[in-house]
T-cell receptor, first 116, second 112 residues
Framework: GAVVSQHPSRVICKSGTSVKIECRSL??????MFWYRQFPKQSLMLMAT?????????EQGVEKDKFLINHASLTLSTLTVTSAHPEDSSFYIC????????????FGPGTRLTVT | GQQLNQSPQSMFIQEGEDVSMNCTSS?????WLWYKQDPGEGPVLLIA?????ELTSNGRLTAQFGITRKDSFLNISASIPSDVGIYFC????????????FGTGTRLTIIP
């Protein structure tokens, strides 16, 4: 139980284009999903908190117009990197909080984004 | 953003050895979580701690929630090759929609 999937697992795009990453909770409902970014050999840094049916809350320093988050249902959240640049290349990981178990977060397998 | 300090930063051990790592914070947390991350994968939850002083085991793993609520420890007994990876602690201030603050990570390598 508590499986989170992400799609795609890897994506390469050209500078200036937009990329959408999906995060799904497969066997549970997630009231809240989180998006993290992880650079090589570094820890996870929270980008934004996404609640179903409401606007995402972004961490300080994260551009909300560049990283668009949509949490349309209790099992799906999407992150769109708009007008991507090489410095946006990173490992993007989502997590989902199990509804009714607010202290447990389960992570997706991550999406490796490379912007050329 | 804020990060928790983990030590050691990296460990090189032989198979069968026991491992100890810790995580410290300048702030109090009410929940501590330990995760393991393999290369190119997302973190996997190992142990969750909800009460100061709590000692919890999961197989060969044992974790403790520090009595001051500012630290936590993870021990791995009789290490095996699949224990290789990066271990992260994470603190949560309150129940509910509170975000996690992650530690800096401890990279575990097993020497053949």
């Amino acid at each position: 139980g508590a499986v989170v999937s992400q799609h795609p697992s890897r994506v390469i795009c050209k500078s200036g284009t937009s990329v959408k990453i999906e995060c799904r909770s497969l066997d549970f409902q997630a009231t809240t999903m989180f998006w993290y970014r992880q650079f090589p050999k570094q820890s996870l840094m929270l980008m934004a908190t996404s609640n179903e049916g409401s606007k995402a809350t972004y961490e300080q320093g994260v551009e909300k117009d560049k990283f668009l988050i949509n949490h349309a249902s209790l099992t799906l959240s999407t992150l769109t990197v708009t007008s991507a640049h090489p410095e946006d290349s990173s490992f993007y990981i989502c997590s989902a909080r199990v509804r009714g178990k607010d202290y447990e977060q389960y992570f997706g397998p991550g999406t490796r984004l490379t912007v050329t | 953003g804020q990060q928790l300090n983990q030590s050691p930063q990296s460990m090189f051990i032989q198979e069968g050895e026991d491992v100890s790592m810790n995580c410290t914070s300048s702030s109090i947390f009410n929940t501590w979580l330990w995760y393991k991350q393999d290369p190119g994968e997302g973190p996997v939850l190992l142990i969750a701690l909800y009460k100061a002083g709590e000692l919890t085991s999961n197989g060969r793993l044992t974790a403790q929630f520090g009595i001051t609520r500012k630290d936590s420890f993870l021990n791995i007994s009789a290490s095996i090759p699949s224990d290789v990876g990066i271990y992260f602690c994470a603190g949560q201030l309150n129940f509910g929609n509170e975000k996690l603050t992650f530690g800096t990570g401890t990279r575990l390598t097993i020497i053949p």
